[in-house]
């Protein structure tokens, strides 16, 4: 297990990084796991996810800008063919050539406008 980059996977299905904070529930997750939980329950199908962007305040205060585990590059791309956060060499050369990515800026909009088309 690598206790470093333990806190920052999915804490339902721990394979995939956490891409997503749900406001209600205070849980770290990926997209997958965050519409698959919180559509099978009326209770928390009205949790609005918050995306996790770039930088992040780590704990001793300073700023982080994650990186990918494979390429050690700064994470700034949300793959929207595996809901993972990715870096430019991931798309480029990785295992996400030819998928559909969206930057973290980009992402962060849609979602925001999908929040507000929701609110009354």
Same mark, same amino acid.
Request: glycine letters at 2%; charged letters at 25%; aromatic letters at 4%.
């Given at each position: 297990? *690598?206790?470093? =980059? ?5 804490? %339902?299905?721990?394979?995939?990084? +956490?891409? !997503?904070?749900?406001?209600? /529930?205070?849980? %770290?997750?990926? @997209?997958? /796991? ?5 559509? %099978?329950?009326?209770? @928390?199908? =009205? ?7 770039? $930088? &992040?305040? +780590?704990? =001793?205060?300073?700023?982080?800008? $994650?990186? /990918?585990?494979?390429?050690? #590059? ?11 956060? @990715? !870096?430019? #060499? !991931? ?5 996400? &050539? ?9 992402? =962060?909009? &849609?979602?925001?406008? *999908? ?6």
């Amino acid at each position: 297990v *690598d206790v470093e =980059n333990q806190d920052k996977k999915c804490k %339902m299905c721990v394979t995939k990084i +956490a891409a !997503c904070k749900c406001t209600e /529930c205070d849980s %770290m997750l990926c @997209i997958s /796991c965050f519409e698959n939980v919180h559509s %099978m329950s009326a209770a @928390i199908k =009205n949790h609005k996810p918050i995306l996790i962007t770039v $930088p &992040q305040l +780590a704990a =001793n205060g300073n700023d982080v800008e $994650p990186k /990918c585990a494979e390429h050690n #590059r700064i994470l700034e791309y949300f793959c929207e063919d595996d809901s993972s956060s @990715i !870096c430019s #060499r !991931c798309y480029i050369v990785g295992k996400h &050539q030819n998928h559909s990515i969206t930057s973290f800026e980009e992402k =962060n909009k &849609q979602v925001l406008e *999908d929040i507000g088309n929701e609110l009354p």
